[in-house]
């Protein structure tokens, strides 16, 4: 059974950064796709990057594109994703997710192409 641990996150000035982490246990194998969500309040959940480990391709949301970076460890089932000139509109509840396997990428920002969620960490951006 496949379990994510989130960790990082907090509280950040806008135009500052911040680094998330996801580690992941119980893989089966080196084929995987992990992803970051994040849910603002009264607003729906919205994928924001993904990685794939059988390539390395990345995808992101515009609203995130150029200022954060998604990145894995295969070899420790970690996912990181490195905020940089943050906004006061990326304050958010952000969740790691995963999925075993090759995934199409082109379904990356869908909810349903993941198995397993983390618990969601707070990040808060202060004008």
């Known amino acids: 059974q496949v379990q994510l641990v989130e960790s990082g996150g907090g509280l950040a000035q806008a135009g500052g950064s911040l680094r998330l982490s996801c580690t992941a246990s119980g893989f089966t194998s080196d084929y995987y796709a992990m992803g970051w969500f994040r849910q603002a309040p009264g607003k729906e959940r919205e994928g924001i990057a993904c990685i794939s480990s059988s390539n390395g391709a990345t995808r992101y949301a515009e609203s995130v594109k150029g200022r954060f970076t998604i990145s894995t460890d295969i070899a420790k089932k970690t996912a990181a994703l490195l905020m940089d000139s943050l906004k006061p509109e990326d304050t958010a509840v952000y969740y790691c997710?995963?999925?075993?396997?090759?995934?199409?990428?082109?379904?990356?920002?869908?909810?349903?192409?993941?198995?397993?969620w983390g618990q969601g960490i707070q990040v808060t951006v202060s004008p």
């Open positions: 997710a995963a999925g075993e396997g090759v995934m199409d990428m082109e379904l990356w920002a869908d909810p349903g192409e993941y198995d397993v």
